[in-house]
């Protein structure tokens, strides 16, 4: 298994510009989940999902977009990119919410910076 | 007031030291998570607890619900050891979201 997997790793953006990161995961997860973490500060959640077709807003969702097609993929977008968006973005997944089917798997990580 | 607080912020201690980090919380909660970040960035899961005590190789974590405090162990302690710890609870009354606390930063020297 590859686990949960991220693309780009480092990205830089102009303000306005859009973008997708992407996160796949293999392990038939159905709760997947996207965080920013900020220096000093916890991870906060954008958005998430419990299943395909169903997805809901985290802490702070405000100029983020998620969708969730299949069990194995959760793209992030970035309608127009700001300079409070540059951190450092991760995706997460786990089986359930439940018991021992709750062990959060993290992806590598994205460090975006706008400009 | 933060729903989750860890305690010490930063640590920094010897090779071969005991290590006591401590997470408090203030919500109920179905379960505890403490994890572990690596300076490269990586995130990775230690433990899941909602009750009692678990232990793998050299750490420790326990929890006490009535007093809603948990506490993260490493005996014998190594510079590979160096790395944010991080507490983050499931809780009951924010939808089962997960809560995090901010990170205690362990610097262990040799």
Redesign the interface.
């Known amino acids: 298994n590859a686990g949960v997997t991220q693309t780009p790793k480092f990205q830089v953006l102009k303000t306005g510009q859009s973008m997708t990161l992407q996160c796949a995961q293999d392990m038939n997860h159905e709760y997947m989940s996207w965080y920013r973490q900020d220096p000093?500060?916890?991870?906060?959640?954008i958005h998430?999902s419990v299943g395909a077709g169903i997805t809901d807003q985290?802490e702070v969702p405000n100029g983020y977009n998620v969708s969730r097609s299949t069990t194995e993929d959760f793209p992030l977008r970035l309608l127009s990119a700001a300079p409070s968006q540059t951190s450092?973005y991760?995706c997460?997944s786990s089986y359930s919410?439940?018991?021992?089917e709750?062990?959060?798997?993290?992806g590598?990580?994205t460090?975006l910076t706008v400009l | 007031k933060n729903e989750?607080e860890q305690s010490p912020q930063n640590l920094t201690a010897q090779e071969g030291e005991f290590i006591t980090i401590n997470c408090s919380y203030s919500v109920g909660i179905?379960?505890l998570?403490w994890?572990q970040q690596h300076p490269g960035?990586?995130?990775?899961?230690l433990f899941?607890l909602?009750s009692g005590k678990k232990k793998h190789g050299r750490l420790i974590a326990t929890i006490n619900i009535q007093e809603k405090h948990s506490s993260l162990h490493i005996t014998a302690s190594h510079p590979r050891d160096s790395a944010v710890y991080?507490c983050?609870v499931?809780s009951m009354d924010s939808n089962?979201?997960?809560i995090?606390?901010?990170?205690t930063k362990l610097i262990i020297k040799p």
Do not use: C, E, K, N
């Open positions: 000093g500060m916890g991870l906060r959640l998430y985290g450092v991760f997460a919410l439940a018991g021992s709750d062990t959060q798997y993290f590598p990580g460090r | 989750v179905s379960a998570h994890l960035g990586g995130i990775v899961s899941m909602s991080i983050a499931r089962y979201q997960l995090w606390g901010a990170g």
